[in-house]
């Protein structure tokens, strides 16, 4: 049935990893009891999925959800109305590379002079809180820095939430963002830009050695990512005892320039999981943590929160996970043929071409 813009059925179609993740838990051969040829990789029409649902399936067995599809933006002034505070990733949404995009300063003034809470929240970890307000501030873009969390910062402020003892230490592979917030918190840090330059000189009988103290390894994007920063990690989670995986995001792409797009944080995190079996903890978007922690922090209503942002499997999706409206915009890595695709299964509220669209959409609404 319908509700909310939401088709809701048993069952979900899509090819998203999360969702192959929980699929590939339930046995290849039966699914909810019924006999099923192959479940690896569903990709079914929403209307044979429904029929297949309302024949076969308790609509209370499983809590899968397919929306409906996205729809245009089209009455701006109904969507302001309807929330208190805007999220807004950065890069792809107020900035691209060093660029700025068209209408960003009206829009945000608009917002906040109609008493609009702005929230920036990005998964670029390489800089810290203070070093994002210096490239507002450069931008022209009067934002504080009670107003944004990077990922860098969420990795501090997890370690925090669980009382990560003092004694230990974090290994950082990632860049001065992370290492600012660390300090900042009061935490010990060994790596990050530091190890960028160092080699290892693989000869008959070498052995590594490393930090038995340190506690936790955080990855996050790093462009001085080498062999060294692999072995030193890969020790410290397999053989210090208890060591935690936190990664700062698992992003596939970045926007380094705004020529075009570059190997993201996920190569890195995908490169420690491989060489340590393990799946990290991830505290940047989609992880429901940074949600929770500014809900709590400002004492947001989640639904009254609209996530905007450019990419579907972060933005999108950490919208929908801590149950705020979302907005699509396409002025960053997603596509209207990318959000259209029959394969896609994450459909934000609405989508609309870039963050000035409140502004003319507003006037057309008039």
């Excluded at 049935?1 to 838990?25: D, E, I, Q, Y």
């Amino acid at each position: 049935m319908l509700s909310g813009g939401r088709l809701s059925v048993s069952v979900a179609f899509a090819t998203s990893p999360n969702l192959t993740r929980s699929l590939s838990k339930i046995p290849s051969s039966r699914f909810l009891g019924h006999k099923i040829s192959y479940f690896s990789n569903p990709v079914f029409s929403a209307v044979s999925l429904v029929k297949w649902n309302s024949r076969m399936v308790d609509s209370k067995a499983a809590n899968f959800t397919i929306r409906a599809s996205a729809q245009p933006l089209k009455n701006a002034d109904e969507l302001i109305d309807s929330v208190e505070t805007f999220i807004f990733d950065c890069d792809g949404v107020i900035w691209k590379g060093d660029s700025l995009i068209d209408g960003v300063p009206e829009t945000l003034d608009m917002l906040r002079s109609r008493g609009k809470r702005l929230v920036f929240v990005t998964n670029n970890s390489t800089k810290s809180r203070k070093q994002y307000g210096k490239k507002f501030e450069t931008l022209g873009l009067n934002v504080s820095e009670e107003e944004i969390f990077a990922s860098s910062f969420a990795a501090a402020a997890y370690l925090k939430s669980i009382n990560f003892p003092k004694d230990k230490k974090v290994y950082v592979i990632g860049e001065d963002g992370i290492l600012k917030e660390l300090e900042l918190a009061g935490f010990q840090y060994l790596g990050g830009p530091e190890d960028g330059g160092k080699k290892i000189e693989l000869k008959p009988g070498f052995l590594m050695e490393h930090d038995e103290s340190v506690g936790a390894v955080v990855v996050g994007f790093d462009r001085y990512f080498n062999y060294y920063k692999i072995q030193y990690g890969t020790l410290c989670i397999r053989e210090n005892p208890g060591c935690l995986f936190i990664a700062t995001n698992r992003d596939a792409v970045t926007h380094l320039t705004d020529a075009q797009e570059w190997a993201g944080g996920g190569s890195m995190v995908g490169a420690i999981s491989g060489s340590t079996q393990r799946e990290p903890l991830v505290v940047g978007k989609p992880s429901t943590f940074m949600m929770d922690y500014l809900a709590n922090k400002f004492n947001i209503l989640k639904s009254q929160i609209c996530m905007v942002g450019d990419r579907l499997d972060t933005d999108i999706l950490f919208g929908q996970n801590g149950g705020c409206k979302t907005l699509l915009v396409l002025s960053g890595v997603t596509s209207l043929s990318m959000l259209q695709n029959p394969n896609n299964s994450i459909q934000p509220d609405f989508y609309t071409n870039k963050i000035s669209d409140f502004l003319s959409l507003k006037a057309a609404t008039v």
